[in-house]
């Protein structure tokens, strides 16, 4: 299995590059370094920060620099990471009404009933591979080939917290109120950031995510 390259990224950070494919085999190389680096941390290591093929370690530049970090990477015992064993959320979505302002394009976009799109997305067996792009913002990969479409031409505002929305291969639930080009087809109570509690975010990078489904009037109880 080909090694990692390690990258200098700015004056503080090293990015262990793993390739450029998504899915398991390489993201648990991501997950297994950064387990390592949590129980054998180099001198000045701040945090790091999981993606689907990368690791980002980011270190105090007062302490150490780009070739210690990166002699420390190379030093590691980095045991593999058993993804089989991550912890699995069930998050309820209502497809109904307001909640689902997209998924009827959706099915006509892709010549299936909504019925089958719902039906297709709660089939999906997702993964949780990183947060990005605003705060709580975990992208799950995992979305069948049957419901995988480009993102719209054009952002549209307003969309609710929790707002459950797929884009390509991924799937995501928003946390924030923002523009966003991706398709909405569902609404969860669920909320994965929670920023004044101890541990902000519902998910672990790794974990798996199943959706089920629920009514509008459950969505509102």
């Not at 929790?162 to 398709?183: D, F, K, N, R």
Request: aromatic letters at 8%.
């Amino acid at each position: 299995m080909t090694a990692p390259t390690f990258r200098p990224v700015g004056s503080g950070a090293v990015l262990a590059d793993f390739g450029g494919a998504i899915d398991d085999d390489i993201f648990a190389r991501v997950i297994a370094l950064d387990r390592a680096l949590s129980a054998q941390p180099p001198v000045g290591l701040l945090e790091t920060t999981p993606a689907y093929t990368s690791l980002l370690i980011v270190f105090d530049p007062l302490l150490t620099d780009h070739t210690a970090v990166a002699q420390h990477l190379q030093s590691l015992d980095v045991p593999p990471a058993d993804l089989a064993a991550a912890t699995t959320h069930a998050i309820p979505v209502c497809y109904e009404g307001n909640a689902a302002p997209d998924i009827d394009a959706v099915a006509a976009t892709l010549g299936l009933s909504t019925e089958a799109v719902i039906a297709a997305h709660l089939a999906g067996d997702y993964r949780v591979f990183m947060y990005g792009f605003a705060p709580g913002y975990a992208y799950l990969g995992g979305v069948p080939d049957a419901l995988q479409l480009p993102r719209k031409a054009t952002a549209v505002r307003g969309h609710k917290i929790g707002s459950v929305m797929v884009a390509g291969p991924q799937c995501l639930i928003t946390t924030l109120e923002m523009p966003t080009g991706w398709w909405v087809i569902g609404q969860t109570p669920a909320r994965v950031l929670d920023a004044g509690s101890e541990k902000p975010f519902l998910f672990e990078p790794g974990d798996r995510v199943r959706f089920t489904r629920i009514s509008e009037a459950a969505l509102h109880g």
